[in-house]
């Protein structure tokens, strides 16, 4: 080997040293900030009864692999990476709250790599500083959104850090992208192609959203790409994701069931237009500052889009920021039209369908910044400043809650202290008792009539306990949500009324189950 041959084995060793310290120092600092936002509203969030089924499902499979078809699966079966992450979480030694946290570091750490590799596509900034620059911008819109404290903004924005929410199938459009790009640069590339093929057939096995988000936005920049180039090589790739997509969707219709219908009539489209509507005219009338900014800039993606599919037309040319914006636009826009068409926009709680919208308003002003702090020749140390100042005002909250002691919630420690450990409750009850006390709680999840609500749920959980097996016993129904005239008619008159932590409880003798 010669001096030349040792000098680029030197540089080579110094950058795998610089990237493996900035990966760790990444690695610390996400870390912290999930820790920190985890006493300023985020705790509650990752523990709501839809979220905590990727950990119950998987412990119920490890446990008994015939369990699988005991449940009654959500409407999505979030297979990558929910169930991944969470199986992963579940085979470690980890308490309830260490899995939540854990999985929300995963996450947020997902984002920023992905994210800020787009942005440095885009921008021409270094990655390190776009992802630094992401992640910090995506952390203080929910830190605004928490002070603000304002519907949807103070519960949507935390919950791009949860399982079971369509977080995956974002994260998964997101690394798509990076794919995309990658084969449009060399067309060539068996591994892109392969990639991104088998990334769009389990992600639209694991969430059909991915088809909106993704693959139909997908399908048009690479129209785009034709017409720019004056070439047909997109066609059969655009075939490929195309079929790759449907047969994803028709074999997890297959195994999930094909009678969730979609509805398409016209009075329903124009309700779901209307609730759509009334949601945005609300956003504005609150004010909720923050989602209303979120809508301001995807309309403006929106027309930057349309701007730049104009501006291609004419020249003949697609750089990787127009392709972006239109891939961004694109996205907006059919999950916005597939909203409104399948009617499923009824109410507030349904921009979780939409929550493409805060994560690409979180990348267009990262990438606006990122312009405008990369410009200055030392503009790029900006960003390592704001980050290590982050660090520095998070870390002893973060501290706080990593030495907290693990407790019991309240709700929990009352039911104990007197004798009860098998009850009934609502849905929004059930499964979040169960997770967090580990299974010493079993709840019976029923609707406020009294009758059984085996929706998300173990349908095995109606006659057996949850962690050891044995037959169940109700001797309390927790009354939050339910009709209590309805309850009453059904079980009877309780033998006392207590209160556990702010909650009504009827306590029985003995309950049947339902």
Known sequence: ?????????????????????????????????????????????PFASDLVQPYLVV???????????????????????????????????????????????LLLAGYGLTGGWLISRATGSRVQSAILLFILCLLALVFAGNLLDVPPSNWLLPTLFSPFIHTGALLCTLIAVALLDELLQDPGSRWARIGLVSLVFVATFSDALFLVWFVFPALVV???????????????????????????????????????????QLNSVARSATALWDEIKVTFAEPDWIMATFLV??????????????????????????????FLASSIVSGVLVLIITSYFKEQAHWRYLIIIPLYAVLAISMFLSRVLMIPKYGRH????????????????????????????????????RGHSTGFANYWIAKRLIFLSERRIHIAQIRPDGSRHNFNY?????????????PIAPTFIIIRGLDTGSIRTKFGAPRETVQCAGTEIWIYEKLSVP
Do not use: Q
């Open 1 to 45: 080997m010669g001096p030349d041959a040792d000098m680029r084995g030197t540089i080579a060793t110094g950058r795998a040293a610089r990237t493996g310290l900035f990966v760790t120092a990444s690695a610390v600092f996400t870390l912290v900030s999930v820790l920190f936002f985890w006493n300023r509203g985020l705790s509650g969030i």
């Open 59 to 105: 412990e119920d499979f490890l446990a008994d692999p015939a369990s699988f078809h005991s449940w009654r699966h959500s409407p999505s079966p979030y297979v990558l990476p929910d169930i991944f992450i969470a199986g992963g979480l579940v085979l470690l030694p980890l308490s309830p709250k260490w899995m939540a946290i854990g999985y929300s570091t």
């Open 222 to 264: 690479l129209w785009l790409h034709a017409k720019a180039c004056n070439i047909r090589f997109p066609w059969p790739i655009r075939r490929t994701l195309f079929f790759s997509a449907v047969v994803a969707i028709a074999i997890e219709r297959v195994l999930h069931g094909v009678g969730r219908g979609v509805p398409l």
């Open 297 to 326: 800039i995807a309309t403006g993606i929106v027309l930057a889009g349309m701007v730049s599919v104009i501006r291609c037309l004419r020249s003949r040319r697609l750089s990787f920021n127009d392709a972006f914006v239109v």
């Open 382 to 417: 900006l960003v390592s400043i704001a980050a290590a100042a982050a660090f520095v005002f998070m870390a002893p909250g973060a501290y706080g809650t990593a030495t907290a002691p693990e407790s019991r919630s309240d709700l929990e420690a009352c039911l104990v202290t």
């Open 458 to 470: 173990n349908r095995a959980w109606f006659e057996t306990r949850a962690d050891d097996g044995s």
